[in-house]
């Protein structure tokens, strides 16, 4: 069992920065792939970013590739997700998730954080 707890959202101007947190329970951190996620309101979740165990892999939504990065610290049981350039449409509700393995598809993910906000204004 993994449990997530994400932070780190807030509200922003477009061309602001944000970093989210996601930290996570448990000694077997490492052996899991961590994703982001995002959902908008009245929208489906979709993919924002994910690192696989080593952080050696990475893959990222073309929406916020070159402006996302996400990372982890395995020492820590924490992964990262770095916005910059935000703008108006990356307002949205931010979770984290594990899996074993890698994947991106968010149906694959066994463990989910509750969510952290993100706005950013025009």
């Keep these: 069992q993994v449990q997530l707890v994400e932070s780190g959202g807030g509200l922003v101007q477009a061309g602001g920065s944000l970093r989210l947190s996601c930290v996570a329970s448990g000694r077997t951190f490492d052996r899991y792939a961590m994703g982001w996620f995002r959902q908008a309101l009245g929208k489906e979740r979709e993919f924002v970013a994910a690192i696989n165990w080593s952080g050696i892999r990475t893959d ?21 997700l770095q916005m910059n350039s935000l703008k108006p449409e990356d307002t949205a509700v931010y979770y984290c998730a594990a ?3 890698w994947g991106t598809d968010l149906g694959e993910y066994d463990y989910w954080g509750q969510g952290t906000q993100v706005t950013v204004s025009s």
């Design 60 to 80: 990222y939504a073309d929406s916020v590739k070159g402006r996302f990065t996400i990372s982890r610290d395995n020492a820590k049981n924490t992964v990262y």
């Design 99 to 101: 899996k074993t393995g």
